[in-house]
């Protein structure tokens, strides 16, 4: 397995990009249309599912500021794309590839909704921490970023991060 994503990535990177960025669309898809009514209790106290229209970014902040993230978005897909073929050339940073291939399907999957519909839905709610409702693509984004800490820190030494970030020159 370990060859074949280092022999066939960019093919293993699509097919990344492609599964993470459908489980996105179809569970909003499936959010949208099961949770009008209210919400369903997975675990009564813990787990539920809400449907909520976020016009805004992370815990609802930036309400309404739909050009902004048009902004960024669009310059993230950019800049994560050209980071990613630079990337390839060395099998060292496949991981940090990877990597840039979920958040970047998380990037994607909410930059649909905002272009499609205005708001992103959002339906997780794990309501014994209160915490904010989210998505797949929020997921995708967070665990990804997680891991791109771990990478960097722990995973990349010096040279290598010159290399990730041409130009910078580390100490």
């Given at each position: 397995?370990k060859?074949?994503?280092?022999?066939?990535?960019?093919?293993?990177?699509?097919?990344?990009?492609?599964?993470?960025?459908?489980?996105?669309?179809?569970?909003?898809?499936?959010a949208?249309?099961?949770?009008?009514?209210?919400?369903?209790?997975?675990?009564?106290?813990?787990?539920?599912?809400?449907?909520?229209?976020?016009?805004?970014?992370?815990?609802?902040?930036?309400?309404?500021?739909?050009?902004?993230?048009?902004?960024?978005?669009?310059?993230?897909?950019?800049?994560?794309?050209?980071?990613?073929?630079?990337?390839?050339?060395?099998?060292?940073?496949?991981?940090?590839?990877?990597?840039?291939?979920?958040?970047?399907?998380?990037?994607?999957?909410?930059?649909?909704d905002?272009?499609?519909?205005?708001?992103?839905?959002?339906?997780?709610?794990?309501?014994?921490?209160?915490?904010?409702i989210?998505?797949?693509?929020?997921c995708?984004?967070?665990?990804?970023?997680?891991?791109?800490?771990?990478?960097?820190?722990?995973?990349y030494?010096?040279?290598?991060?010159?290399?990730?970030?041409?130009?910078?020159?580390?100490?």
């Amino acid at each position: 397995m370990k060859n074949f994503l280092k022999r066939h990535w960019p093919f293993a990177s699509l097919i990344l990009f492609a599964v993470l960025l459908l489980f996105d669309r179809v569970t909003k898809n499936w959010a949208s249309a099961a949770l009008q009514d209210g919400p369903l209790v997975l675990i009564d106290g813990v787990f539920e599912l809400h449907y909520l229209e976020n016009t805004g970014a992370a815990w609802g902040t930036f309400q309404g500021m739909q050009w902004l993230f048009y902004i960024l978005t669009v310059v993230f897909i950019v800049l994560a794309l050209c980071e990613i073929v630079h990337l390839s050339r060395k099998s060292r940073y496949l991981p940090l590839v990877y990597t840039l291939i979920v958040i970047l399907s998380g990037a994607v999957g909410n930059f649909i909704d905002r272009i499609t519909q205005q708001f992103v839905v959002d339906f997780i709610y794990f309501k014994l921490i209160n915490f904010p409702i989210f998505n797949v693509a929020d997921c995708c984004i967070t665990v990804s970023m997680a891991l791109l800490v771990i990478l960097i820190l722990f995973y990349y030494n010096n040279e290598d991060l010159d290399y990730i970030i041409p130009g910078q020159k580390t100490e």
